[in-house]
Nanobody, 121 residues
Framework: QVQLVESGGGVVQTGGSLRLSCAASGDSTTNYHMAWFRQPSGKEREWVAGMDDRDRKKYADVVKGRFSLSKDNAKRILYLQMDSLKPEDTAIYYC???????????????WGQGTQVTVSS
């Protein structure tokens, strides 16, 4: 079992920055795929960024160039640095972990509780 806890959300003005953290505990996540998702109020959850088991990173087009993934293996923390924030980035942000990939798609079985990010205009 893996437990994920997000932190770092808050209220920021347009153009500001936040860094989200996702702390993992329990079973090792060394070979897991990790990702951030977000869910704006009243909308469906969407994938934001992900890192595979070889530390290769991918980003959704809407955040590319503004958001950046990194991790601290010793602390087992995945970070999401968010710069040049826009009001449309307002959402609950979730961290997720996938032990398995099926047909090229990570199966995210582990989720954190989420952290609220609000970008004011």
């Amino acid at each position: 079992q893996v437990q994920l806890v997000e932190s770092g959300g808050g209220v920021v003005q347009t153009g500001g920055s936040l860094r989200l953290s996702c702390a993992a505990s329990g079973d090792s996540t060394t070979n897991y795929h990790m990702a951030w998702f977000r869910q704006p109020s009243g909308k469906e959850r969407e994938w934001v960024a992900g890192m595979d088991d070889r530390d290769r990173k991918k980003y959704a087009d809407v955040v590319k160039g503004r958001f950046s993934l990194s991790k601290d293996n010793a602390k087992r923390i995945l970070y999401l640095q968010m710069d040049s924030l826009k009001p449309e980035d307002t959402a609950i942000y979730y961290c997720a972990a996938a032990a398995w990939v099926v047909d090229g798609t990570p199966k995210y079985d582990y989720w954190g509780q989420g952290t609220q990010v609000t970008v004011s205009s």
